[in-house]
């Protein structure tokens, strides 16, 4: 018998490919994609082919039985590693856990994601590798009939987050509050002390082309704000001084979920629409 998530060491790189396989081939949510991946590890690891594999992880259920919270976030940061700057399973992991120790001690997800965009910039610009072979691609939107699992069904590290961006939320827009007054006179675009802060909003327009024109106020000022369809992101877009931005994504015929969220996992999403695209 091979290792398994009930052995203290784990193959975290084999399980990434599980679990990037799941989420592009299956296009399930993350606790499904979790379960599938899981069913996989685990039947390979016992001897089983990648074929007869590939047909367990296909028939696991919604969520992941015996794995344990440190390894689905170490996998999931690993894929967003991967699939944002085109790392191979080792620089995605090793991504992974840099990211996840910055959150740890600075709990702030912007400066754990900063730290791993700063780190990689600074591998390309001394030359070392960072690009694997195209092997792996963003993971397909999921079926509008997903949704995101319900906050009691969340992984632990991820209920946590929950709370924790969203003490981030409340203190940006609080400090934006208090910066206005400061920057109202030097633009006069900027928050104005005597207004009341205005609470995030989303504005989706269609196009005759099939992109969603997405326009975001009230946002807290100098932010990234992920722009998620159906739970993935499809674009990253940073707020101006006001809390606003605007952005155009493309958007496939039927019902879609959009969301904007200061997270790239969509735990935090101040605003969110549903759109359906008609043929």
């Known amino acids: ?25 299956l296009g399930r949510d993350l606790d499904a994609s979790h379960a599938a991946a899981e069913a996989g590890y685990e039947a390979e690891a016992g001897g089983a082919t990648r074929s007869v594999a590939e047909v367990a992880a296909r028939g696991a259920g ?5 794995l344990d919270p440190a390894s689905i976030a170490l996998a999931e940061w690993a894929y967003w590693a991967q699939t944002r700057f085109g ?19 600075s709990h702030n997800l912007d ?26 691609a963003p993971s397909p939107a999921p079926s509008p ?50 207004k009341p ?8 327009a269609q196009t005759a082309d099939g992109n969603a024109n ?16 159906d739970n993935v992101v499809v674009e990253t877009i940073r707020t101006d001084q006001s809390g606003s931005a605007q952005t155009s994504v493309p958007l496939a015929y039927g019902g879609h979920q959009i969301g904007a969220c200061l997270d790239f996992q969509g735990v935090s999403c101040p605003a969110t629409d549903f759109e359906t695209r008609n043929p």
């Open 1 to 25: 018998m091979g290792a398994s998530f009930d052995d203290v060491v784990r193959d975290h790189e084999r399980y990434l490919g599980w679990f990037a396989w799941a989420q592009a081939a």
């Open 62 to 66: 919604t969520k992941p039985v015996a």
């Open 87 to 105: 790392t191979s399973p080792a620089d995605g992991l090793r991504a992974a856990r840099q990211g996840l120790a910055v959150l740890d001690s």
């Open 111 to 136: 400066t754990a994601i900063a730290s791993v965009e700063t780190d990689m910039a600074a591998r390309r610009s001394t030359g070392r590798p960072v690009v694997a072979p195209s092997s792996i």
């Open 145 to 194: 009939a997903l949704s995101s699992p319900p906050q009691a069904a969340m992984p632990l590290w991820r209920r946590t987050w929950v709370i924790v961006a969203g003490a981030i939320l409340v203190t940006a827009i609080f400090t934006a509050a208090i910066t206005a007054g400061v920057m109202s006179s030097s633009s006069s675009n900027s928050y104005s002390p005597d």
């Open 197 to 204: 802060v205005t609470p995030p909003a989303m504005v989706v």
């Open 214 to 229: 997405i326009t975001l106020t009230g946002f807290p000022p100098d932010t990234n704000v992920y722009v998620l369809v």
